[in-house]
């Protein structure tokens, strides 16, 4: 080939390359045009993730005013606390209302929190000398009067407050950091007077309440709480029973009564009752396959005061689903983990 023929060939090659590249320009803008009359937005999906991403962030930690002066006798109007009262109108309609609650994301830095003239103040975490561990602490003060400084503690994870009838309840959720265990519950009352009283110092295992932890019936005020008295009893953790109990809070007094729920403990003894029944022998390969369910039985019949069908053929699931484990043993466990206190 002479080099007449290689520059043709050359030509032509660039005058293809040049079509090609037109073509897919115009192509690209058709489909802009198609999305732009559609009213669609083309986004990267990479924009688009780092925008998700920083909504997360934003939502996860707001801006939230810190370091108030609780000396200071005029009133600020309290921003640190979300009203989410409207968003539950099944409490709000039991008369429980003008709920507020903050989560604490931040351990880094001291944080107030006013509710009225009751002022909660956490303070960071701090090194233990000597070791690797970290604990803070809070305080609660009616005005300028110190009523309550708390042990130290790891964290405190969020703290809440509701109406009703005449007071104000306020809650502070202690966190120990650990996986499966602890939280422990401050609960104060705030009366008419505005006067700020520790109802309790509740510990509550693997327990955090909320304010959906809270009932009215009867006309009569209940905390809901979860008992995991029986994790790890000859099963895991995530085979575990467990259970809510029910304490009526009268203003500042607080007591377990589980009474009034007594129908509600029957109605789950008995579906725990029939699913035993129903369980195939050949199909159990582990105590975890059926005991949590007799646990069920046992507890819901116990709390409900019938004491015979809590024990009724007790020994017989264990000849049933012919387990190795010494009923009498067994039995006597339960019966201690029962009867102690929460």
């Known amino acids: ?50 925008d998700e991403a920083t909504l997360d962030k934003n939502a996860a930690k707001p801006e939230i005013p810190n370091n108030l002066d609780v000396n200071k006798a005029e009133e600020k109007k309290d921003e640190s606390t979300n009203d989410i009262s409207n968003n539950n109108e099944t409490l709000k309609s039991a008369g429980i209302t003008n709920i507020k609650k903050k989560d604490l994301y931040d351990s880094s830095q001291t944080e107030t929190i006013s509710f009225d003239s009751a002022k909660f103040i956490i303070y960071p975490l701090e090194n233990i000398t000597g070791t690797e561990q970290e604990e803070g602490y809070f305080e609660a003060y009616q005005d300028i009067n110190l009523i309550y400084s708390s042990d130290k503690l790891y964290k405190i994870s969020n703290i809440f407050s509701f109406d009703y009838n005449t007071g104000t309840y306020i809650i502070a ?118 005991f949590p369910t007799l646990i069920c039985k046992i507890t819901n019949y116990w709390h409900a005061g019938d004491q015979d069908k809590a024990w009724d053929n007790f020994n017989d699931y264990f000849s049933k689903f012919k387990a190795s484990e010494n009923p009498s043993v067994v039995r006597q466990e339960m019966e201690n983990i029962l009867q102690a206190e929460y």
């Open 173 to 290: 959720t202690a966190y120990s950091g650990g996986a499966h265990c602890c939280f422990t519950q401050y609960i104060f009352y705030q009366d008419e007077k505005e006067k700020l009283t520790l109802v309790r110092e509740m510990a509550t295992n693997n327990t955090a309440i909320s304010p959906d932890s809270f009932l009215v019936k009867n006309g009569n005020l209940y905390l809901s709480i979860m008992d995991d008295r029986f994790s790890y009893f000859y099963t895991s953790y995530a085979s575990s029973y467990s259970y809510n109990q029910f304490y009526q809070l009268n203003k500042n007094n607080i007591a377990l009564n589980n009474e009034p729920f007594k129908e509600d403990f029957i109605k789950e003894a008995k579906r725990c009752e029939l699913d035993l029944s129903t369980i195939n022998p050949s199909d159990i390969y582990s105590l975890e396959d059926w």
């Open 1 to 50: 080939m002479n080099n007449k023929n290689k520059k043709v060939f050359l030509i032509a090659g660039i005058m293809a390359m040049s079509i090609i590249i037109l073509l897919t320009l115009a192509l690209e803008a058709y489909l802009i045009y198609r999305a732009m009359k559609n009213d669609e937005k083309l986004i990267p999906a990479q924009e688009i993730n780092q």
